[in-house]
């Protein structure tokens, strides 16, 4: 049986936050606002601000999202919440404030720490979070995905439950003006990968099938142009597609790159679009004989040719136009990296990710793919 989960109201266009705060109203008279220091800073907060206060509704600021999210972040932002007072959460931001608003969410109802349900199902009456990205790759205002950083294991925890779904997604293309280039890049990446992996996922249905080929249309077609902020119909094309791969991988959910990224980055601190894109070919190269045939379907529909290899190339393609290094180009050290092979393969199979491919992977296998995405 195939479900479809999207998040309750989800508004898009450009300028739409303070039409958006109109609807938040009916949230509660007091919002709690997760973002890190840069955003909180920007012009989208400060016109979410004003239309809050238009609104009638106060808000507490909270910047302590100052990379990517760990668990002693989430413990800060739950005591922020708890001392506020607010009755609702709005991330604003890059994929890390989208996914420490929904873990402060779930901490607000459950008792322990956010690592105790590292592969449990959270659950739970969760106050009400709205999620207003900022840039355009994650997704994670569509999800019912967080992922948190273990400083203590060195381990990236994928935590999910329908209850992380956020009640409201804004997605202002306006917003992602200010993104610079790199960030355009690596969350471009992202959402390429979510589309792809969510096509090629074993748990993949005609919907996000569809949302999935227009998704890698709209990338493999703006991406490259997207990394100008002037290129305003390539920035909103790229903000429609990481909506549109965000709802694909809460349907179908990503498979063996996402669970291999998540290792690199914490253990070698690899902004994670850019390890996605790291891994995305030898995983694709890996793949081909287990899914030829669904390759060939996305290839034709999403770039014009029934040729698996097209759609392979069209990836490289815009790897080597952006600039994508490989891990040892990255400047991550070899004989470090062996050494954490073992690890990484482990934690990669450990997040049920890989379960999702259309082939079975081992331990070895996934260290062989490692290796390969080193050498590049």
């Not at 969410?105 to 720490?113: E, F, K, L």
């Not at 106050?127 to 019912?144: D, M, N, W, Y």
């Not at 482990?346 to 491919?357: F, K, L, Q, R, T």
Request: glycine letters at 8%.
């Amino acid at each position: 049986m195939n479900s479809f989960s999207v998040p309750d109201n989800i508004i898009l266009g450009s300028g739409v936050i303070a039409d958006a705060v109109a609807q938040m109203a009916k949230f509660g008279s007091s919002a709690f606002i997760v973002t890190g220091p840069h955003v909180a800073n920007s012009d989208a907060v400060a016109q979410l601000c004003a239309a809050l206060r238009a609104n009638g509704v106060g808000w507490t600021l909270f910047a302590g999202i100052t990379g990517e999210p760990t668990v002693d972040m989430i413990s800060s932002g739950l005591e922020a919440f708890r001392v506020s007072g607010s009755q609702f959460i709005i991330g604003i931001g890059g994929g890390s404030p989208l996914d420490a608003a929904k873990a402060i969410a779930a901490m607000a109802v459950n008792q322990g720490s956010i690592a105790d349900f590292c592969g449990k199902e959270i659950g739970g009456s969760l106050p009400p979070v709205v999620a207003i990205p900022t840039t355009a790759g994650t997704g994670s205002e569509a999800t019912r995905f967080t992922v948190i950083t273990d400083s203590a294991t060195d381990v990236k925890m994928l935590l999910r439950g329908e209850a992380l779904v956020p009640k409201m997604a804004v997605v202002d293309y306006s917003a992602s003006l200010s993104m610079p280039g790199q960030v355009a890049i690596s969350t471009g990446f992202d959402a390429l990968t979510h589309a792809i992996e969510a096509f090629l996922s074993r748990r993949a249905n005609p919907l996000t099938d569809a949302l999935a080929v227009s998704a890698v249309r709209r990338i493999i077609g703006n991406l490259q142009r997207s990394v100008s902020s002037v290129d305003t119909d390539a920035r909103r094309e790229m903000a429609v597609a990481a909506l549109e791969a965000g709802i694909c991988i809460n349907n179908s959910s990503v498979t063996v790159v996402h669970g291999m990224s998540r290792p690199i980055g914490a253990l070698f601190h690899v902004p994670h679009g850019i390890s996605n894109a790291m891994l995305l070919l030898p995983c694709l190269r890996d793949l081909l004989p287990a899914c030829r045939g669904r390759m060939e379907l996305l290839a034709d529909a999403a770039i014009g040719s029934p040729d698996s290899d097209a759609l392979v190339d069209a990836v490289a393609h815009l790897a080597h136009v952006c600039r994508i290094p490989s891990l040892q180009a990255y400047g991550i050290p070899a004989h470090r990296f062996e050494e954490l092979l073992p690890k990484m393969a482990a934690d990669a199979i450990a997040s049920g990710s890989p379960a999702n491919a259309p082939k079975e992977y081992s331990q070895a296998q996934l260290i062989d793919i490692y290796r390969a995405a080193f050498q590049g």
